[in-house]
């Protein structure tokens, strides 16, 4: 027969584990902000050696998360195979409503510091995709006028060409 202060016990572990690994997540939101709000910078200031290096950055933060949120889910599901859960695998307001005053507050908060995290996270990416879809529009803009500009002086060039030629046979024939 199951020891039930053991299973507790194991409970209140893996509980304080989920904690642990929430609270990182949260961290980790607020240093991924921070790299966003650093290649919005480098995006204004067209720093492109800050940017690649920001670049960079963001993809091993991109593989954290992943590895955070598999650890979470992890810690859930064996957190779900509980008594209090049978089997099925709650989200985090599922837990924080079966968990104890303790947990559940923590847990709480800790979900409501996340979700804040993770709400300015993807408002200053939208502001960065603004940003990078403005900066594509002037490129796109600059390369017409560009291309236009070549158009024009291949053209006047090859008109030039053409009344030096004329020129010369003008020449040519007053001789």
Not at 33 to 42: A, K, N, P, Y
Not at 68 to 83: C, N
Not at 115 to 133: H, S, W, Y
Request: with cysteine; proline share 2%.
């Amino acid at each position: 027969m199951p020891d039930h202060k053991t299973g507790s016990r194991n409970l209140n572990e893996s509980v304080e584990q989920l904690i642990s690994v929430v609270a990182e997540e949260a961290e980790h939101c607020e240093r991924v902000l921070s790299l966003l709000r650093q290649q919005q910078r480098c995006l204004i200031e067209s720093d492109t050696e800050g940017l690649k290096a920001n670049v960079l950055e963001q993809e091993k933060a991109i593989r954290r998360s992943r590895e955070l949120e598999r650890r979470r889910q992890t810690l859930v599901a064996g957190i779900a195979e509980g008594p209090v859960f049978d089997g099925e695998t709650p989200n985090i307001a599922g837990l924080i409503a079966n968990l104890s005053d303790e947990y559940g507050r923590r847990l709480a908060s800790l979900r409501v510091s996340m979700a804040r995290a993770i709400e300015r996270v993807n408002k200053t990416k939208d502001q960065n995709r603004m940003l990078i879809e403005q900066s594509l529009g002037n490129i796109n803009e600059i390369i017409r006028v560009l291309a236009a500009a070549n158009v024009a002086a291949a053209d006047y060039a090859s008109r030039s060409k053409g009344s030096r030629e004329a020129e010369a046979l003008s020449v040519d024939r007053t001789c």
